[in-house]
């Protein structure tokens, strides 16, 4: 586990401009984040809770946009033998619909 950079024995504090300045470091690095941070004396919960309340991008990739479609026309369903249906939507943040017929 890395130490942030103690002033007198004490954690120092950045403001949100010495944040801004640590991230800027940090996206021309190329380091991930616990290398950045133990080679910057930073506790990387603290960098990971101002990232987010600054809005930073994250390291991860982002997902694919989306279209809006609207309506997407299926086609008929052909049950086959069973007359038994069932469909699973992912929409995401969790949430899933399933219906089932039959």
Known sequence: MTRAT?????????????WET?????????LGIEPFCAREGLSESSFRR?????????????????????????????LGGTGRLELRLDLGDGVILHLSRG
């Open 6 to 18: 103690a002033t007198n024995n004490k954690w120092r504090r950045r403001c949100r401009q010495e």
């Open 22 to 30: 640590v991230f800027a470091r940090f996206a021309a690095s190329g």
């Open 50 to 78: 101002w990232r987010s309340l600054l809005g930073e991008p994250s390291t991860q990739p982002a997902a694919p946009a989306m279209e809006a479609t609207g309506f997407v026309d299926a086609g008929t369903l052909k």
